[in-house]
């Protein structure tokens, strides 16, 4: 099992930035993602990492201006998020997945940070 803490979430003006953390313990994974959800919505795919390579994902919307990061020493994920606007609002997700494939698929993730609130006001 993988045990998930995240940090860094709150209310920022539109245009502003924010970063996310997600620090692990447990055992060990091949990839780090971070999701988001909104009520009544499904939870959607943002960006991931896989630990050892270091290879990055993104959903189309975020490119350029997510960033997803990580420190093996400290075993801790980032997702550095600029230029936020209020499509951006959601709870933010942190997860792992022990196998190679489905990075964008939440159903491929093991385990799951307890999320935290991102807010872009207009």
């Known amino acids: 099992q993988v045990q998930l803490v995240e940090s860094g979430g709150g209310l920022v003006q539109a245009g502003g930035s924010l970063r996310l953390s997600c620090a692990a313990s447990?055992?060990?994974?091949?990839?780090m993602g971070w999701f988001r959800q909104v009520p009544g919505k499904e939870r959607e795919f943002v960006a991931a990492?896989?630990?050892?390579?270091?290879?990055?994902y993104y959903k189309d919307s975020v490119k350029g201006r997510f960033t997803i990061s990580r420190d093996n020493g400290k075993k801790t994920g980032y997702l550095q998020m600029n230029s936020l606007n209020p499509a951006d609002t959601a709870i933010y997700y942190c997860?792992?997945?022990?196998?190679?494939?489905?990075?964008?698929?939440?159903?491929?993730?093991?385990?799951w940070g307890q999320g935290t609130q991102v807010t872009v006001s207009a």
């Open positions: 997860a792992v997945n022990l196998q190679a494939y489905g990075y964008a698929r939440a159903e491929s993730y093991e385990s």
């Open positions: 990492i896989t630990w050892n390579s270091g290879t990055t």
């Open positions: 447990g055992r060990t994974f091949y990839t």
